[in-house]
């Protein structure tokens, strides 16, 4: 039983910003890597950024300079922190969590629901 929870998705101007939360909760033993992806109408869905447990980042190209993720292990918590947002930013953005349950677990990916990111010219 793991579930990850997104929030803080909405409408927002080209130019503003947004910031997105995702927090994971359930039998959790470790969570190792976290990230976020998106997917747009009519096209697949892609990586924006994740982050290690170690805390090294990637990010894809469309969004370096703009976007920040971090995490917080405590709260098992991921964020991404959104600035001069594009029109071309608008999609559904979705959390992942590699997450062992328990001790003698392998880390098994995890998605949220998703939370919708749209961006008006």
């Known amino acids: 039983q793991v579930q990850l929870v997104e929030s803080g998705g909405g409408l927002v101007q080209s130019g503003g910003s947004l910031r997105l939360s995702c927090t994971a909760s359930g039998n959790i033993f470790r969570i190792s890597g976290m990230g976020w992806y998106r997917q747009a109408p009519g096209k697949q869905r892609e990586l924006v950024a994740s982050?290690?447990?170690?805390?090294?980042?990637d990010y894809a190209d469309a969004v370096k300079g703009r976007f920040t993720i971090s995490r917080d292990n405590i709260k098992r918590t991921v964020y991404l922190q959104m600035n001069a947002l594009k029109p071309e930013d608008t999609a559904v953005y979705y959390c992942n969590a590699g997450i062992r349950r328990y001790v003698t677990d392998h880390a098994m990916d995890y998605w949220g629901k998703g939370t919708l990111v749209t961006v008006s010219p």
């Open positions: 982050i290690s447990d170690g805390g090294s980042t």
